[in-house]
C-alpha cells in the first residue's frame, strides 16, 4: 500500500450535503495536503494542515489530522456541484522536498 | 504570474518515436517535479530538481525516460522510444524553498502512444 490513501475511492452526494474523505499514511510527516482535481486539469492546493495542527478551516473545508492514527479527514460542507472533482491528500515526509499522493476520491455532487 | 506551463497539451504518436514534453515553472521556484498519472498507477513522481539539479530520479521507470533542467525557467521530459504503456497524463509541478511544500501543478501533457 502508498503512502497516502483516500477511502472512499468514489462517493455520490446531493448538493447541500456534507462530504467527508479520509486519508491514512504510514510514515512520520511534515505536513499534509489537500488537492483537488477537476476532470482534464492539474491538480490545485486546497489546505495545508502541520502535524502539529489538528484542525483547520478554509471556507467550507475543514480538515482534520490525527498524527496518533496517521489519518487525516477533509470535510466539505453544503457541497455545490462545481465542487465534482477528485481529491488527493499528499504527505510531506520529514525529508520535505517531495510530496506523496493518495490514490484520490472521486466526489460527484449531484444538482 | 502564469502559473505553471506544460506543451504541448496534447500529443499523439506512433511507437517508437521521440516525445518531449517541456514545463516552464513559476518564476522564483527552484523545485521542479514531473508526475506521471494513470488510471491503474494514479500520480507518480517521476524526477524532481533543486536548483536545476536532479535530486531524485528513482521514479523515472526505466532508460527509455530522461529529463534535463538547463536553466531554472524549463525543463523537458523525453521518451526516447516511445511505447503504448508510457500512454498517461504527465504534470509538471513546481514549488519554492518557503512554501511549506505547497506544490503548483501545470495543466498536463496528455499522451497517446499508438
Known amino acids: 500500500s502508498q503512502q497516502g490513501e483516500e477511502d472512499p475511492q468514489a462517493l455520490s452526494i446531493q448538493e447541500g450535503e456534507n462530504a467527508t474523505m479520509n486519508c491514512s499514511y504510514k510514515t512520520s510527516i511534515n505536513n499534509l495536503q489537500w488537492y483537488r482535481q477537476n476532470s482534464g486539469r492539474g491538480l490545485v492546493h486546497l489546505i495545508l494542515i502541520r502535524s502539529n495542527e489538528r484542525e483547520k478551516h478554509s471556507g467550507r473545508l475543514r480538515v482534520t489530522l490525527d498524527t496518533s492514527k496517521k489519518s487525516s479527514s477533509l470535510l466539505i460542507t453544503a457541497s455545490r456541484a462545481a465542487d465534482t472533482a477528485s481529491y488527493f491528500c499528499a504527505t510531506d515526509e520529514n525529508s520535505g522536498s517531495r510530496l506523496t499522493f493518495g490514490e484520490g476520491t472521486q466526489l460527484t455532487v449531484n444538482p | ?114
Open chain 2, 1 to 114: 504570474d502564469a502559473g505553471v506551463i506544460q506543451s504541448p497539451r496534447h500529443e499523439v504518436t506512433e511507437m517508437g518515436q521521440e516525445v518531449t514534453l517541456r514545463c516552464k515553472p513559476i518564476s522564483g521556484h527552484d523545485y521542479l517535479f514531473w508526475y506521471r498519472q494513470t488510471m491503474m498507477r494514479g500520480l507518480e513522481l517521476l524526477i524532481y530538481f533543486n536548483n536545476n539539479v536532479p535530486i531524485d530520479d528513482s521514479g523515472m521507470p526505466e532508460d527509455r525516460f530522461s529529463a534535463k533542467m538547463p536553466n531554472a525557467s524549463f525543463s523537458t521530459l523525453k521518451i526516447q522510444p516511445s511505447e503504448p504503456r508510457d500512454s498517461a497524463v504527465y504534470f509538471c509541478a513546481s514549488r519554492s524553498t518557503g512554501g511549506a511544500g505547497t506544490q503548483y501543478f501545470g495543466p498536463g501533457t496528455r499522451l497517446l502512444v499508438l
